[in-house]
């Protein structure tokens, strides 16, 4: 079982944090916008929460901006405060624990816990182990260029053989070889060597994580060299099926309250508030 993102990925978004950049030169331009994972026209029916009285949540405390602890051991995070607005839409009480990675689906199969929110992925091998809500978060792939470009678009035909920088092996390799076979892929060992390709001009445009980028543009070290350009990419077959709350295998009924909850959320604007709130220059 791999959590969604990357270690790296969680180290850098920690700095990006710390550094409290402000918004900047061509990133500044990009208007926030929240996206939204629920269908608005589908009918919402709320399910029969009669036997649920409490949510006991289970989450790791080293995940920025997801979970982690604050200065006084405090749990804070996007994931932590989404807890917490389900189980106050809901009603209900709720609890939520810390657990290290690997302990989060043994607790929830002991009855430690009654649903993990840990930014989870869905997948073929997770959902061997629990049983999932509807996605509330996914990691698409993003073109990013220089500010000044001339390029107009991020589509096959205006990048033609430009160069591109890349992470070796990645999936986001894997999706430019599938849909960009023109373009020339410079790769690199990290993200950061590929983020600094582009800010020194050796390539057009960099594609990798959206989650990550949206963090750097937001920082100091992007110095609003760069803006994203088109996308976002989700294209499942490289991006996966993004992360849900995961609940015990056959666990209809919370599960289905859950999906409720989420859905309640993202149609009142509180699920957009919270995600403008941890991403401020947003991946989507």
């Given at each position: 079982m791999h959590r969604l993102f990357l270690s790296a990925l969680a180290a850098f978004i920690s700095?990006?944090?710390?550094?409290g950049a402000s918004n900047i030169g061509a990133a500044k331009a990009q208007a926030p916008a929240a996206p939204s994972f629920f269908d608005p026209h589908s009918p919402l029916q709320k399910p029969d929460l009669s036997r649920i009285k409490q949510i006991r949540f289970l989450t790791e405390d080293d995940f920025p901006p997801f979970?982690?602890?604050?200065?006084?051991?405090?749990?804070?995070?996007?994931n932590i405060d989404l807890a917490r607005a389900i189980c106050a839409e809901l009603?209900?009480?709720c609890s939520i624990q810390r657990r290290s990675w690997e302990l989060l689906i043994p607790a929830l199969d002991e009855n430690s816990g009654d649903a993990v929110?840990?930014?989870?992925?869905?997948?073929?091998?997770t959902r061997k182990k629990a049983d999932f809500t509807a996605p509330y978060f996914l990691t698409p792939g993003r073109f990013v260029m220089l500010a000044d470009t001339t390029l107009a678009a991020a589509t096959p035909e205006a990048i033609d053989d430009r160069k591109v920088a890349v992470v070796a092996g990645s999936r986001h390799e894997a999706f430019l070889a599938a849909y960009y076979p023109k373009a020339e892929r410079v790769t690199f060992e990290t993200p950061a060597l590929a983020r600094l390709a582009l800010k020194n001009g050796k390539v057009a445009a960099h594609f990798g994580d959206a989650v990550s980028l949206s963090f750097w543009l937001n920082g100091a070290e992007a110095g609003g060299c760069c803006r994203f350009k088109d996308g976002p990419f989700t294209d499942p077959r490289?991006?996966?099926?993004?992360?849900?709350?995961?609940?015990?295998?056959?666990?209809?009924?919370?599960?289905?309250?859950?999906?409720?909850?989420?859905?309640r959320l993202d149609r009142r604007g509180a699920?957009?508030?919270?995600?403008?709130?941890?991403?401020?220059?947003?991946?989507?």
């Open positions: 700095l990006a944090l710390a550094t979970n982690f602890l604050l200065a006084d051991g405090q749990l804070a995070g996007f009603d209900v009480t929110i840990a930014s989870l992925a869905i997948n073929d091998e490289f991006f996966g099926e993004g992360v849900g709350v995961a609940v015990r295998k056959n666990n209809e009924p919370l599960r289905r309250a859950l999906d409720y909850a989420l859905a699920f957009a508030e919270l995600y403008l709130k941890y991403f401020p220059i947003g991946p989507f």
